[in-house]
């Protein structure tokens, strides 16, 4: 998987060299800006491998290497916030609109599954497990991070 990686980086216009030291986690590069763009490098590497993420660093102060940052923090957001939306679509229409709707669509919502515990509130319950544990890790991590270091967030 090395010598490919390599191989299509080197055959960029503008690159002039580049490594993958073991353990093959890091890809250092010197290319020419003026001819070839990070953004670029980084699209037509991430076209040529889909199964490998790239997320460029650099040692000096670059605005285009901010921008691609928050680019990809904009795709985890938006692919978070479409992932919530898929299980939080029928937990409303589950919780909240069951008695609008007709009975031979909701009917099930009622089923008693023990005393005071329906399966509609059991499924309700199913869909927003993954949505607490998968993708709500992320402000749990954080939130653990600040009161490990006593100090205060929102």
Known sequence: MVDPIIT?????????????PFPHTHLILVHSPTLISLRTLVDALSAAFPQL???????????????????????????????????????????????????WLMGWTGWKFITGIYLGDLT?????????????????????KSLKHKSATM
């Open 124 to 144: 309700c319950l199913a869909l927003t497990i993954p949505v607490q544990l998968w993708l709500a890790r992320r402000f749990y991590v954080s939130a653990y």
């Open 8 to 20: 299509t980086t080197t055959s960029l216009a503008g690159v002039h060299s580049a490594s993958l």
């Open 53 to 103: 993420s790239f997320l460029p660093t650099s040692t000096q102060n670059d605005s285009q290497l901010a921008s691609l940052q928050k680019h990809k923090e904009t795709a985890l957001w938006r692919r978070t916030f479409l992932s919530s939306l898929t299980f939080a679509l029928p937990v409303f229409f589950i919780g909240m609109m069951h008695m609008y709707l007709p009975r």
